[in-house]
Structure formats: C-alpha cells, structure tokens
C-alpha cells in the first residue's frame, strides 16, 4: 500500500515570496511521484513529475521539485509566487509497476496575498 | 497532446433521480479510465477502476449498485449515480492513460463534474 501526506492544509504566502509546498510519501515498491495544480472547479492539471534520474525536477509555470528518498519527501517550490498562483496543489504518487494506482494527499491550498 | 473531455462540467438534480457522467479520451484509446470523487476541502479518492469491455472494479466502501460504471468503448467511461441523494453531491473527476505511451507517463484528467443533488 501506498500513501501521502501533505503536512500543511493551507499555506498564505504574500506575492513575489518564495514557497515551499511539502509532501511525504510511503511505499513498500518504487513509485513515481507528481504535483498537480487544480483551480477551482477545474480538473487537475500536471506541474511537474519524478520518473527516475536527477533528483531535482523543474516544471511549469516555474515550480520545481526535489525527490529525497532518504526523506522519502518530494517537496514542491517556487521562488516568487504570483497571485494567479493561488490554487490548490496535490502531491501523488503511482506505482511504477503495472497497476496505475494513483494516490493523491489530502492537498494544499496555497493562497497568494497581494 | 492526450486530452481527456468530460461532460457535464455542472449538474443539478433532484433526490432520487439519476445523474449520468461522460468521461471521453479524444485522442487515444484508453483501456482502463479511473473514476475519483473529491468532497470539498478533502482530497481525490479513486471509486473505480473502468475497464473496456469487462466489469469496473470498484474501491472499498464504493457501492457498485450505486455508481453504475459502463465502459462499453475504448474512447468513453460513463459514471451513472443512480437515485441521488444530497450526500452525493461532490465533485467526480476521470482519468486515462494513454496505453501506447510508455508506462512512465501520467494520467490525464477530466475537467470535473460538480454534482449537486438538491
């Protein structure tokens, strides 16, 4: 089984601030780990992902991510926030193996305060 | 890129009627399409697992003669509640992965569908 935590529910952070979103994972087999951004009433949209390789992965709208598997962490950052970043973010990890299994943490809301 | 439409975005129904969900891949044909509902302020949790022509196979705690899952092509997932209650009301997302790509690739996402049973 596998699962994630999101340690803060909600993090305010004033514009052009640096951020940092946090995510935890456990799991018994390889995984694959993922951020994604959903606005409101929206579907989930792909930030950024870790397969395999450098530890450090960059994604859109200048997010990035470092996996630490000694942490078994794969915190999500950004060096200034702009308030259209405001959304609700959600860390997930997969299974590497043929199951597709997605499982999603319980999600930040990051609000960007002018 | 690998799009995944779903339809309604919104709907309002009455208790005790049923609420039919579309979930469509548009440029790939999906096997396998997942079905998530997420109440507010809590996070997306996988209901079923949709399998082209064989039965969906459904989480624990999902009542499969509630949420009747079809998915009767390689291109559409439907999700059908049937007599909604208020306590459906939340928003139900789908998803797909595209078989040809390699398995290291994501899933893409629906655009949601809020349901409220009123």
């Known amino acids: 089984a596998q699962s994630v935590t999101q340690l803060d529910s909600q993090v305010p952070v004033f514009e052009e601030a640096p951020v940092e979103l946090r995510c935890n994972y456990s799991s018994s087999v390889s995984v694959y780990l993922f951020w994604y951004v959903q606005y409101p009433n929206q579907g989930l949209q792909l930030l950024l992902k870790?397969?395999?390789?450098?530890?450090l992965v960059k994604g859109i709208n200048g997010f990035e991510a470092e996996f630490n598997k000694s942490q078994t962490s794969f915190h999500l950052r950004k060096p200034s926030v702009h308030i259209s970043d405001t959304a609700e973010y959600f860390c997930?990890?997969?299974?590497?193996?043929?199951?597709?299994?997605?499982?999603f943490g319980i999600g930040t809301k990051l609000q960007v305060i002018p | 890129g690998a799009v995944v439409s779903q339809h309604p975005s919104r709907v309002i129904c009455k208790s005790g009627t049923s609420v039919k969900i579309e979930c469509r891949s548009l440029d790939f044909q999906a096997t396998t399409m997942f079905w998530y509902r997420q109440f507010p302020k809590q996070s997306l949790m996988l209901m079923a697992t949709?399998?082209?022509?064989?039965?969906?196979?459904?989480e624990q705690g999902v009542e499969k003669d509630k949420f009747l899952i079809n998915h009767a092509s390689l291109t559409l997932s439907t999700l059908t509640v049937t007599s909604a209650h208020p306590e459906d009301s939340s928003f139900y997302i789908c998803?797909?992965?595209?078989?040809?790509?390699?398995?290291?690739?994501?899933?893409?996402f629906g655009q949601g569908t809020r349901l409220t049973v009123v």
């Open positions: 870790y397969l395999s390789g450098s530890t």
């Open positions: 997930a990890v997969r299974t590497s193996g043929g199951y597709q299994k997605v499982t």
């Open positions: 949709s399998n082209e022509g064989s039965k969906a196979t459904y």
């Open positions: 998803s797909a992965r595209d078989p040809q790509r390699r398995a290291d690739t994501e899933a893409f």
